[in-house]
Each structure stands twice: as structure tokens, then as C-alpha cells.
């Protein structure tokens, strides 16, 4: 049971490059979640899923698109990069009143 | 206005000593869920403790405990028998309404908290 994973774990890109980061959680989650994480800031929602086959947008949600076409699986995309984007981002899934989150990944963005 | 607020950007505990990290929190839904996050200097996020609107007492998880004053609209945490691994960030987080509505959580700007030996 590796709970919530994320890849890669580190990346740098160069404005307007294109990325996706993965998240996948191995609990049979049906809610997953994605944030960032910016100096002094606490984390801020993204997108989410309420399950297989939905996203919704969070607070933060643009330049960002979401997939989740697998239950375990969910999809952040970056179609045109920008140094705004340059954070620590997490993903998360539910269960309960807990939400579990996965290492993070560090973006940067020149 | 903001969600959560975290007043405290740093605080200092002696190491075995008591210390209480505030949190308020802003919302009309009567239905909502308070938690606390810890974040080490590694980065991941540790889910420490979580109090619900309708609990009527107070959480508590070993040394974390919640004190929760629902008419001031605050969720402090409180660690006793502070330790040197205690170092780290500490978030406040809040849901807002049913779990229907997505479970979302708006979280605080964090405190920073120092253990000394």
C-alpha cells in the first residue's frame, strides 16, 4: 500500500514548455484533490474530483487542466508554463474527514 | 475576508513545555470541519487532528489537542510535552459544508514553530 504518490518529484521548465504532473493513491479514494503551495502561503485548491470521470475548479484553477479517467489516477496539466507557476505542488485523495497527501512536487519555472 | 487566519507566523516552546497555536476561522455554513496539518522541513503534509461543528468535545490525538470555541470561531492547537521532532509548520484548515459539496479545504498562511532543547 504505497498511499499517494506523485512523479516526478522535481522539474524544471522553461516558460511555455507544457507538463503533467501524476498523481496515484492505491486506497480506492473516490475524491482527489490538487494544490499548490507558494512561500508564506498555505496551500491553495487547484482542481478536484469527485470521482472517476469528474474535475472540478478549485480556487487557483487558472493555466491549469485536470484529468481522471482511472479512479486511482489524477492528472494536473500545464499547456503553456509560466514563472507564476513555479510552487510546490500537492495532490491529495479523501477518506473520511482525512485528506492524504502525496510528497509534493517542485515546479520551477524560468 | 480570510477563511483561517493564522495570527502567529513563528513562535518559540521550550522543549517539555506546553504551547498553543492559534486559529480562527470565518463561515456561516453551520456544518463545517476543522483540522490541523503539520509540515516538517522534509515538506509532507501530516494530518494531526480534525474537529467537527456538531463534536461536542473538544478533539484530542495523544499530545494534540483542539480547542475548539465555536462561538469565537476558533480551533487552537495545543501540544504539551513539546519535543525537538514538534519543529515544524503547522497549518489550520478548513471545510466548509456536506461532504457532497467536494470536501474542499481552505487551509491558513501556517505557523513556523521552534523547539528549543
Known amino acids: 500500500n504505497a498511499g499517494v504518490t506523485q512523479t516526478p518529484k522535481f522539474r524544471v521548465l522553461k516558460t511555455g514548455q507544457s507538463m503533467t504532473l501524476l498523481c496515484a493513491q492505491d486506497?480506492?479514494?473516490?475524491?482527489m484533490y490538487w494544490y499548490r503551495q507558494d512561500p508564506g502561503m498555505g496551500l491553495r485548491l487547484i482542481h478536484y474530483?469527485?470521482?472517476?470521470?469528474?474535475?472540478a475548479k478549485g480556487e487557483v484553477p487558472d493555466g491549469y487542466n485536470v484529468s481522471r479517467l482511472k479512479k486511482q489516477n489524477f492528472l494536473l496539466g500545464l499547456e503553456s508554463a509560466a514563472p507564476s507557476q513555479t510552487s510546490v505542488y500537492f495532490c491529495?485523495?479523501?477518506?473520511?474527514?482525512?485528506?492524504?497527501f502525496g510528497p509534493g512536487t517542485r515546479l520551477t519555472v524560468l | 475576508a480570510q477563511k483561517i487566519t493564522q495570527t502567529q507566523p513563528g513562535m518559540f516552546v521550550q522543549e517539555k513545555e506546553a504551547v498553543t497555536l492559534d486559529c480562527t476561522y470565518d463561515t456561516s455554513d453551520p456544518s463545517y470541519g476543522l483540522f490541523w496539518y503539520k509540515q516538517p522541513s522534509s515538506g509532507e503534509m501530516i494530518f494531526l487532528i480534525y474537529q467537527g461543528s456538531y463534536d461536542q468535545q473538544n478533539a484530542t490525538e495523544g499530545r494534540y489537542s483542539l480547542n475548539f470555541q465555536k462561538a469565537r470561531k476558533s480551533a487552537n492547537l495545543v501540544i504539551s510535552a513539546s519535543q525537538l521532532g514538534d519543529s515544524a509548520m503547522y497549518f489550520c484548515a478548513m471545510r466548509e459544508g456536506l461532504q457532497s459539496s467536494g470536501d474542499k479545504l481552505t487551509f491558513g498562511t501556517g505557523t513556523r514553530l521552534a523547539v528549543r532543547p
Open positions: 474530483s469527485v470521482g472517476e470521470g469528474t474535475t
Open positions: 491529495a485523495s479523501l477518506k473520511g474527514n482525512q485528506q492524504f
Open positions: 486506497m480506492n479514494h473516490e475524491y
